[in-house]
């Protein structure tokens, strides 16, 4: 073989991480380079708060905390004391625990509710995208038909049918997001379904199945992730709008959403029973929507012109 | 050509360092560029994709300029002034009317939801008091000049509406609008078909000479400033490694990276099937760019001292002709080099040296 | 639900449907954007979600247990007086039956009565659209009015403290539940800390055009919050793609102000998604306004819909939803128009 | 400690003003004014023959008769009601001269015609009195004389109910009834102080002044105006803020900040009725009685005092309120108290004979009836019992609570209520068209019969005793307070008269002008 | 120059792939059509390079593709191996595929890259059922195109260079073997100095592993390099076919001519006056002129060749032009007139 291995320069090894050289396609974009984007410590501050809370959701039980569900007469809207760090609520209970029990359901419902919108209005919308035609129409006039329904309506019926749960909520809310997700993953995969690797796939005799499973998902799953983790925050305050509804988690399985809402009735009196809750929802929130967007960002690395 | 340099150029550009600070380090996009470009003259400024031209052009223009993640450093002197120490407001004032710039993609550099007339009109606006009518008028005449048929009717046309071709034209037409002495075109054919190239470059050389315009012609492609520049200047990785009036280049280049650049282009002439000589290697890495001679990895006749002193820019003969490089093609210390290399299979940076890569 | 999914990001509007023309790159056959259909096409799907979505509705209402004779029966009544008033209202029979005599009615212009109130559907439509309407645009207006000069400044200088400062208030006030929003507001400005603006009531603006802007201040404001965070949100992504692209450099290399870049040559093209969220955002407020309307005490359609649902009143409910339904329908036609007229590109291709 | 608005603690739920203010002490009425409402819901409409809440109903119809503090009737729009044979037949007197809002007369047609809607209505409220009625005869156009299938002491109270109760004595036009057929329920004609003008629904209800009304002079106000403000947080906040200038209060919250605030007048009396807990005797494990003490027994009122009336609660140990004249200290005694420790001990003997301890509760899904399922799980776990809340809205509780009656246990809101005629006895016949749980004995049912019969105010007392007694024996429901019906207003409001269930009688009503 | 690899052109009749009125329409909006190819007659013999050429849209990947039946083409013929692969089931398609490969215009797309190189190398083999082969011939493959498989093998392709993509790309069309590979411009996005390696790349693998090539490219001075043969094509027609250096030198259609004094020469006589060149663009393919279609821009036009398609017609031996005024005389023993509609 006249020639051997001569892209690497020998002399040096080859850039361990992504070459920022490599990363720029070839050709006259050399402008595709991050910004320099320095200390994000609110990002570091984000992550730091999220994990906390999941780490005490997911151990809650485990946790040195008052029962969430028993009653304390002695506590009822107590303030803030060396055993009931965020006072008590209505009913006495200790507001810490409750937030911290809380976080699971609250938790359960942004992620459930995305991860099932995701996978099937993902799954659908790389369909519509790939095949188009009547497969499109169709998933075009689903995702019409329930953009055009009033999502409250279909939550209200379906708890009216099934039964408050959190189970029910989740698949309420799956089934709002799902529309979204479908356009979402279309969308993408009409990019990707562009790109020349996947008419290479086809060229080699691939499936469509495994086209769609090996080439087109990997590469949507990340905007619709992106997108999926903004929802998990909309979400969790959508519980709490429902529970304002009486629609939210049923009692007495604390969320952050049903704490808010049954303090709402003092907040003018004992505003710490709503506020406690509603501030760590808030950070929240915040941290995943701070997340969010900044992992959405990684996919644009492209500098301004002005 | 006409090159009729005076005594001071138009535009002096002294020690220009462009860095870039990126997560992952520094880009030092532009190391050190010294040129002068007189008035009428076409200095061309060719290399590879990512060595820098881009940047260097829009460095001079001062659409590059310090900021959080940008360091800049040099001079740019324009006809007496130093614009690298303007703001950007005071820039703005030589933007269009003095300096102006033809982009490398006539698809994306038109605003798509604006009309070519609008875009046309609104830098004549700027820069002249000229009624809306006139400035229409003088719009119209401007794209019959770039050689469009039926201008009248462009103007109320959409960018998506025309082909790419015509669309370089109208933003020839832009930058020219406002009667610049120093057009500096960033790649300007790179998009286009090869028939549309050479009509496109044929009228910036005609335009170029009718209005004593000087210009700044930057390309990947060094046959492509074959017969349209005065003089050439060849960056690899942020750097001017020789710069030469054009003929004088191709018939003696120095630096065994133009040698290799222009050896590297399959010939239209002669027979087919040639092996091609390649330059081995990739591009260097900015962020880590080699030790001394930035070519001196993928270059074949390196020797070790290659790999650790940077050669300086040093005259060949003439103050027009210079190089960097401590073994320029042609010279005896070349010749040593490359037998040495030729020998033991390998540059001193370990390449290995193969038969097409010393083929000539 | 409605009031707080408004997704931060339309990766789902038109906009990423469109094709992108003048890249160059066909798009793949047979396979047209959303908004580009054939007229022909295009109305026989929208007359198919109309009826599919009244359909479901039907179906929906028919599956909850109770129905609205137990309501309009009272409390008080006896098993058979119930069975008496299912009858008088028809509802023993079969649904599709049902359904069928009232789409018939819709046909003829008929929407039918309350079950409840036997208030005339369409009167009872009247009277709400406008105030959702009302209630709907001008939060609209608002969120954009705050959301577009920041997303601007704010894609304009990225990083900086404003666009910092207004991501962070934005994404504080989509954290909150709008009833709490709502309270909070009341509570600042309807009461608690000053009585500046009424805290319930609606006055119509034939009544007394004052009093009809005050009473929908705070209404309003509790619905903006959200929806400005995101709009800003999408609007400064979009435009920062925006000022990426090589014509935003062409103008400055002519040497136009950045003022004049941003408003005249980068805000339009930017514009597309945001264009689309909000249409869709006006489709979905229309019927889903329920919290800020019970909260201000708004006689809007979300009110409506609600106490329709839980009094399984399904003669109001329909004519509720098709209403809605329209409006999604209509407000997606004009947000395509609206493309056809701000995007060149798209002209061609209609 | 006290919000911003003063509410919580302060003086504490008491009687305040229950029938309304001193007349004679608040001075000389003005004129003028339009008098802005919130009501706590919005109406269904103005047919007296359809059950629905309707705080503007009394101001077009006015009543033929009127409630006293005492529980009895009084003429009101009617001038008089006789009976002359304890209570089989009835000679309503009227006023001569008395015109609907439309010109035409209220005589003893139009009352005729009135109640005969009743009767002709199966569904309506008041269809089962008005079925007392075997014929009606004008006598002449002043006189209508009703002649009833049984002998009927309470029949005045008919015609003197709240509106909601079905209140045979609203009296619409009939002309007007004719004309409008079923839309009378959105364009009522009536005789009361104020006419119907404009309803936007959930926005607001217009009034205006009849000029034909009956009562010389009055009513004082130009117009009233009814605004639904569903939400009570906004509610409240409407009446703090100035918005409103007087609201229905539906809860305890209301109440309590209305006391605590010197700048509001609150009207208000705990009554009689309660709010309690269906059981459903008919099904285990309520049918056994030891489960419905075990649940009374293990209801910790000062907790629940604590937390679900911040602190302050008017408990409830029989029907009858603290100042009925029905009330028995013998039905109070026979009231289980707390025994947290005889609960638990009543559940273990259930479960032990085989009883299953794990029960549905059914309730609505409202805020505060989600907050007291909360409380009552946490109560209940506590002796034993696994309680299943189930939330309902509307529609669905009606269904499955009140028509089917398929529940164990579910809880009610009733109260407060003036008479206890014919609430007590629907609650508690076996054929009581409330008594959702199945209640059964025939002794109370006999005893409802005599109350209802007779025309000795005694008597009917001594029943209505017996029937406390006997239901608290047998534990037919579970009480644990009185409901919160309250009115609030501006101070300048004045000229209140008004029921315990808020019912408000507008011709006498009238405001200061600031 | 030396190194010149003179390759003995193989025999006429070994045709590996044929074309034979190959159209290809796509539907536009407002119900027009897009006539990307309209009516192509072409052979390729095995062994040789066929060098197809032209500008931006003139239908050369849409030709590539239809050659892959991606998308089927609309009308004519593609015989493959003697079967014609329009007329055969999908199935049968892609039982056909291993044999016949592609590479595409630009190395970054056409990796997946969420992918490993190994994946993307191995996969084919995985999709025919040879995925325990991979261990050992997706290094030998990587090797071949001149990538360490020790040190390549599970990166991702965006941490590779186009140069590098490029070969990762041929190393995926070449793992299945193929007789015939397609390359549509797969130097066109690549820096000078690495497209000559990846041409002699090319070069190399079509010694190795005896492919014939078709190769697709706009850049005249490639193609004349690498090409046996060339054929011209403009707007969805072919202009003139011909062996490479022969066409280059005497261009017998007016377009040719166009092209190749487009071509920016190193050496400064080669610049044609900018006189000589044809004014004007190429139109749109919804709206093709009538007759030959390069009458619009072609100075020689005359009224005949509005009204008359030119057929492709022999000129000289091996030498064809489809042109009314073609620039040589016609060979004596021309194959008479066919219409190619
Ligand atoms: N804003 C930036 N931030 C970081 N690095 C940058 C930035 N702009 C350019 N670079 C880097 O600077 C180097 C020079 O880029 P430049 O665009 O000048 O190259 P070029 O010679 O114009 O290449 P091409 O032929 O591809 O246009 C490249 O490595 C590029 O990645
Ligand atoms: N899927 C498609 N739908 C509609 N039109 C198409 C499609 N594919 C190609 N075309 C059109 O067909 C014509 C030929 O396109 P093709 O891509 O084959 O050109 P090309 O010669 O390969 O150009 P380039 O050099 O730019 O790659 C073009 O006008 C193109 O717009
Ligand atoms: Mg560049
Ligand atoms: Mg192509
Ligand atoms: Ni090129």
Redesign the interface.
Known sequence: MPETTQNTPATRPAPAGPAPDAAAPPGPSPRRRSRPDRAPWGWYLAWTWLGAVVLAAVFAPLLPLWDPDVPDYANVFGGITPQHWLGGDTLGRDTFARVVFGARASLLVGLCAVVLGAVVGGTLGMLAGYFGGRTERVLAWLTDVVLAFPGLVLIIALVAILGASLTNLVIGLAVLSVPTFIRLSRAATLVVAQREFVTAARAYGCSPLRIIVREIAPNVVLPVAAYGFIMVGVFIVVEGSLSFLGLGIPPPTPSWGGMIAAGRTELLTFPHISLFPAAVMFLTVLSINYVGERTRKRFEVKESNL | MNAAPTDRPLLAVEDVHVR?????GV?HAVDGVSLQVGAGEVLAVVG???SGK??LTRRV?G?VAGS??TEVSGTVDFDGSRISELS??EL??????E???V???P????????RIGAQLT??IL??EKVSKADATSRAADLLRRV?LSEPERRLRQ????L????RQRV?IA??LS?GPRLLLAD?PT?AL???????I??LLA?LQRERRMAMLLVT?????V??RSDRIAVMYAGKVVETAPT?EL?ASPMMPYTE???S?????????????????????????P?AGCRFS??CPYAQDRC?TEDPPLRDAGSEKHRYRCWFPVGSPAWAEARARNAERGASA????V???MV?? | MSETTAPPTTPAGPATDRGTPAAGQPRPSGRRSFPLRRIGSRLTHLLLVLVAVTFLSFVVVDLLPGDAAVVVAGDNATPEQVQQVREQLQLDRPLVVRYVDWLGGVVTGDLGQSFRTGQPVAEALAERIPVSLELTIIAQVLALLVAVPLAIYSAYRPGRLLDRASMTAGFGGAAMPQFVLGMVLIVLFAGGFSSILPATGFTPFLDDPGANLRSIVLPCLTLMVAEAAVYRQLLRSDMISTLQEDFILMARSKGLSPRSILLRHALRPSSFSLITLSGLNIGRLLGGTVIVETLFAIPGLGQLIVQAVFNRDYMLLQGALLFVAVAYVVINMLIDLLYLFLDPRVRRDA | APGINGGGGGEGIREVNPYGGDLAAEGEPRRGGVLVMGTDREAIGFDPTKQNTNMAALAVFDSLMKLRPDGTAEPYLARSMDTPDAGRTWTMGLRPGVRFSDGTPLDAEAVIFNVQRHIDTPSSPGNRFATQIASMRAVDPTTVEFTLKAPFGAFPIVFAQSFTTGNLGSMLSPAAVRKEGAQIANRPVGAGPFVLTEWTRDSKMVLTRNPNYWQEGKPYLDGLEFRPLPDTESRYASIENGDVDLIFGGYHTELLRGLGNPNRTVYYGPGNGAEYLYFNHKIAPFDDRRMREAVVRGLDLNALAATQFRGQMERADEWFGASSPYRSQEAAAAWPAFDQERARQLVREYVAAGGNATISYKTTNAPNRVAFAEFLQAQMAAIGITLQPQFFDLAQYSSSVVQARDFQVAGWVGGPYDAPFPLLGNLFASKGNTNYGNYANPEVDALVQTAAATTDEAERARAYQRISLLTNQDIAVGYYSRGYLSTITKPEVKGMVRYLTRDMFFATTWKQQP | MSGVVEEAPAPEDDVVLELEGLVVEFPAAGGRTVHAVSGIDLQVRRGETLGLVGESGCGKSTTGRAIMQLPRPTGGAVRFAGRDLASLSPAQVRELRPKLQMIFQDPISSLNPRRRITDIVGDPLAVWGRGDERERVVPEVLEAVGLDPAQVGDRRPHQFSGGQCQRVSIARALVLEPDVLICDEPVSALDVSVQAQILNLLEDMKARYGLTLVFIAHDLGVVRNISDRVAVMYLGRICEVGETRALFDTPAHPYTRLLVSSIPSIDAAHVAAPADRAAGEMPSPVDPPSGCRFRTRCPLASERCAAEVPALREVAPGRRVACHHPLVEPAAAGPGTREVA
């Open positions: 870039f600070h990126t997560p992952q880009v590879e994709s990512g881009t940047v223009m659409l959080r993640g950007g407001r703005s004032a030589f933007w269009g009317a300096i102006a710039l982009l490398q993609d698809m994306t550099s038109l605003n798509p939801v604006k609104e830098s700027l820069h050689g959409y960018p998506h509406e082909s790419g071709g015509m933003t832009i930058a406002a790649e790179t078909d090869v028939t549309v190239q050479a009509q470059l044929d005609e990947h492609d060094l046959r492509v074959r017969s003929a191709f290799a650049l222009m590297a282009v399959p010939p239209v002439a002669g027979p087919n099937h040639v092996r091609l000589q390649v330059i081995p290697g990739r591009p260097p890495n900015l962020l880590d080699p990895p993928r790999l940076a370990g390449t290995p193969t038969e097409e083929l000539s």
